[in-house]
């Protein structure tokens, strides 16, 4: 059993055919999905879904591509949309400081924001980070001393120090299919070597297919490709390690058992 912890269902590529996607990832083994949103229009749509479909859970937040566009949400919007029953997590939010989509002031008010709406709501926070590994570190420090909150780094590409300083703040680190990746051996050896009540596997479907499916639109069912590789590099069984991540993401995402 596993649990696809980071996808978006409602992206095109997946949401043409999203019957047979989840039907797919269900043959495959996959009896969880995690729908994200990344503005605020997709909110209803992912919990549309999730209401829907009783395996699929949705977040609510504005990833830092966005965040020009939301530079006035507030906090009120978050928690109101966070108290749906299927809203289990805040997110994605985070910096971006690769493609610069947004203003990077704009990606870091907004970032704290979210923050904020995890703390109060005891929702984990989903972090994505690009090319802004010291800002990212320091503003979930700067954060966590003003009261915790839980929190992931998803789709994580960062380097070995950045992972040490997220683990010590209590942060979790979720694994895509970029780890399978020929060139991906530094992360390899992240992931070999993570402690194993902190590691979740993801796709970002429809992105970033892992091996043996690169070049292919990313499904949901890629996540047991990408756990079996895992599972290889830490020397445990495919099976231990979908029994460790689905025990990871109830832990993490209280609300989904509920």
């Known amino acids: 059993m596993l649990i696809d912890s980071h996808c978006h269902l409602e992206y095109n590529g997946l949401v043409e055919d999203q019957a047979g996607v989840l039907a797919r990832a269900r043959a495959a083994g996959v009896r969880g999905f995690l729908s994200i949103s990344t503005r605020q229009r997709e909110w209803d749509q992912v919990i549309a879904t999730a209401e829907r479909e009783a395996d699929v859970w949705a977040s609510v937040g504005i990833h830092p591509h966005e965040a020009d566009g939301h530079a006035d949400l507030g906090e009120a919007a978050l928690l109101a949309a966070a108290a749906h029953p299927r809203v289990i997590a805040i997110g994605e939010t985070g910096l971006d400081f690769y493609y610069d989509h947004s203003d990077r002031e704009t990606q870091k008010a907004l970032f704290r924001r979210h923050i904020s709406v995890a703390r109060e709501t005891g929702l984990p926070l989903i972090v994505h980070t690009r090319d802004a590994e010291d800002d990212t570190s320091a503003i979930l420090a ?22 040490r300083t997220v683990l010590d703040l209590g942060l979790t680190i979720s694994l895509s299919g970029i780890v399978t990746f020929k060139n991906a051996s530094d992360l390899q050896a992240i992931a ?12 970002d479907a429809p992105f970033l297919a892992p091996v043996p499916h690169r070049g292919q639109t990313c499904e949901p069912s890629f996540v047991a490709d990408t756990a079996r590789f895992v ?4 020397g445990v069984s495919a099976e231990a390690l979908a029994e460790t991540t689905t025990r990871n993401f109830h832990a993490l995402f209280t609300k989904a058992a509920a």
Do not use: N, W
């Open 142 to 163: 700067e954060e966590m001393e003003k009261g915790a909150y839980p929190a992931l780094i998803h789709c994580f590409t960062a380097s070995a120090g950045f992972a």
């Open 192 to 203: 070999a070597d993570l402690p194993e009540d902190r590691i979740l596997v993801e796709t």
């Open 231 to 234: 599972a290889q590099l830490r």
